[in-house]
């Protein structure tokens, strides 16, 4: 795999782990388990789905099957998660590409399938009261060698880029109510 593949994939590695702490840092103790609703996955069960999803990445370059067993504690899970990021990165470090799998193939199965679900643990914060200060990603430092629980805080807040989009929002909901009466 070309050089320049392997650090792309490595920062979307850092930039998962980035933003996967970014949505469980201040969260209460019990928000590991907040329901949203029937069918929704609790903060656990999706920290439990993400390390499933980069388990079955790794099973490309290790064999067999990967299945994430419920651990004890949502501590536990989380821990398990950013170990599996950890040994995705070692493959990709070290290991020859697969013949059956593209980096473009990784890339928009399981390593967006968890990064969806990173965007999923915050939206659960914000219906669980307590929700994750707005931050303007491309300043983030993120880094290729830091997979684990250990993230910088946020390099750049944005409370005024979120009222931005809130009132352009409100603006937009407003249009298109003021346009569905007029019809």
């Known amino acids: 795999m070309p050089e320049e593949e392997v650090q792309l994939l490595r920062h979307f ?30 903060p656990r069960e999706l920290v439990r789905h993400m390390a499933s999803v980069i388990g079955y990445a790794n099973t490309f370059f290790v064999g067999g099957v990967y299945r994430a067993e419920p651990l004890p504690t949502f501590d ?9 990021l950890a040994c ?12 059956e799998l593209s980096a473009r193939q990784l890339l928009q199965g399981p390593l967006s399938d968890a990064m969806t679900h990173a965007g999923q ?26 997979l684990g629980r250990d993230q910088p805080p946020p390099a750049a807040p944005d409370p005024k880029w979120m009222g931005w989009l809130i009132h352009t929002a409100w603006k937009v909901s407003n249009f298109f109510q003021r346009r569905s009466r007029n019809s």
Do not use: M, W
């Not at 933003?19 to 996955?41: W, Y």
């Not at 995705?88 to 013949?99: N, V, W, Y």
């Open 88 to 99: 995705l990165a070692s493959q990709i470090d070290r290991a020859a590409f697969p013949a």
């Open 121 to 146: 643990i915050a939206l659960l914060r914000r219906l669980a009261g307590s929700p994750v200060e707005a931050e303007n990603f491309i300043f983030a430092d993120i880094s290729d060698e830091r």
């Open 76 to 84: 536990e899970e989380v821990n398990r998660f950013h170990d599996e």
């Open 13 to 42: 590695l850092g930039a998962l782990a980035y933003r996967t702490q970014k949505a469980l840092r201040g969260a209460s103790p019990n928000f590991a388990d907040f329901n949203a609703g029937s069918g929704v996955r609790t």
